[in-house]
């Protein structure tokens, strides 16, 4: 019983830190696109989702997350998409 209790935790600890970097990463990647965006005078969406929540939602939903960014754009993080 306790070795499967171990495991348990071990597997959520493992989920748990993916989760927060992938929050980091997709922060991080997030910024520097407004940042992009900002400077080219594009309109610059506010965070709607941030600080705990945001972090929350990144570390429960990451690998919904990454599906639906590889399904739609190729990689586990979404373009930087700039008006032409």
């Not at 407004?34 to 969406?45: N, P, T, Y």
Request: hydrophobic fraction near 50%; glycine fraction near 8%; charge should be positive.
């Amino acid at each position: 019983m306790r070795r499967w209790v171990l495991i348990l935790f071990l597997v959520a600890f493992l989920y748990g830190a993916i989760g927060f970097s992938f929050h980091l990463k997709w922060k991080s990647d997030w910024r520097a696109c407004q940042a992009l965006k900002a400077s080219r005078g594009e309109f610059v969406e506010t965070e709607v989702y941030g600080g705990i929540l945001g972090l929350a939602f990144s570390m429960t939903y990451w690998p919904v997350y990454t599906w639906a960014n590889i399904y739609h754009f190729g990689t586990p993080f979404p373009p930087c998409r700039l008006a032409d």
